[in-house]
T-cell receptor
Framework: SQQGEEDPQALSIQEGENATMNCSYK?????LQWYRQNSGRGLVHLIL?????REKHSGRLRVTLDTSKKSSSLLITASRAADTASYFC?????????????FGKGTKLSVIP | DGGITQSPKYLFRKEGQNVTLSCEQN?????MYWYRQDPGQGLRLIYY???????QKGDIAEGYSVSREKKESFPLTVTSAQKNPTAFYLC?????????????FGSGTQLSVL
């Protein structure tokens, strides 16, 4: 079953703008992860945020987590054409292991040069 | 380079035929996974293995089989019982025992039906 749901399904922005993607989930979690997928390729792990964390940064990426609203957001600042890809959130349910990691359907980001 | 290698990149299956997708990792990871991805969809778990000689069904195991005879290898067989096999198949690995919850993915195999 898919617990995470990304919003929007597709996003098109100009190079240099910021891109924000959201993820909502239904049950309590151990952690939430964001992955990136270039067309026809495998997924690449971007960032992991644990249930007791509220914000995390990695380079141009900023992830927030609101466990009371069961939602997370991924912000990519100063976007580049190379950021064009699909972005997925994945949640690890509380009490489960990474074996139960569930993925959303993704947000397709297009960055126009 | 350390990583996960999936082969072939493209695979075609005829009616009634079984096909096997290869997945090899040299990351020394204990856990390995197979996911199916349909266009515009997220990933769905087919099978996973936490340790050699052990594996568990995921959400959509019907029509698929796996083996885990070596730590490095986790092949997936798509059997003739899988009536809608056309999809992008992704293999992944992780080392949860070392506190590394993130998954490392291969580059995928696109399976199509002739």
């Amino acid at each position: 079953s898919q617990q995470g749901e990304e919003d929007p399904q597709a996003l098109s922005i100009q190079e240099g703008e910021n891109a924000t993607m959201n993820c909502s989930y239904k049950t309590s979690i151990n952690n939430l992860q964001w992955y990136r997928q270039n067309s026809g390729r495998g997924l690449v792990h971007l960032i992991l945020i644990r249930s007791n964390e509220r914000e995390k940064h990695s380079g141009r990426l900023r992830v927030t987590l609101d466990t009371s609203k069961k939602s997370s957001s991924l912000l990519i600042t100063a976007s580049r054409a190379a950021d064009t890809a699909s972005y997925f959130c994945a949640t690890e349910p509380r009490g489960a292991g990474s074996y139960q990691l569930t993925f959303g359907k993704g947000t397709k980001l297009s960055v126009i040069p | 380079d350390g990583g996960i290698t999936q082969s072939p990149k493209y695979l075609f299956r005829k009616e009634g035929q079984n096909v096997t997708l290869s997945c090899e990792q040299n990351l020394n990871h204990d856990a390995m996974y197979w996911y199916r991805q349909d266009p515009g969809q997220g990933l769905r778990l087919i099978y996973y293995s936490q340790i050699v000689n052990d594996f568990q069904k995921g959400d959509i195991a019907e029509g698929y089989s796996v083996s885990r005879e070596k730590k490095e290898s986790f092949p997936l067989t798509v059997t003739s019982a899988q009536k809608n096999p056309t999809a992008f198949y992704l293999c992944a690995s992780s080392n949860p025992g070392q506190g590394t919850e993130k998954l490392f993915f291969g580059s995928g195999t696109q399976l199509s039906v002739l």
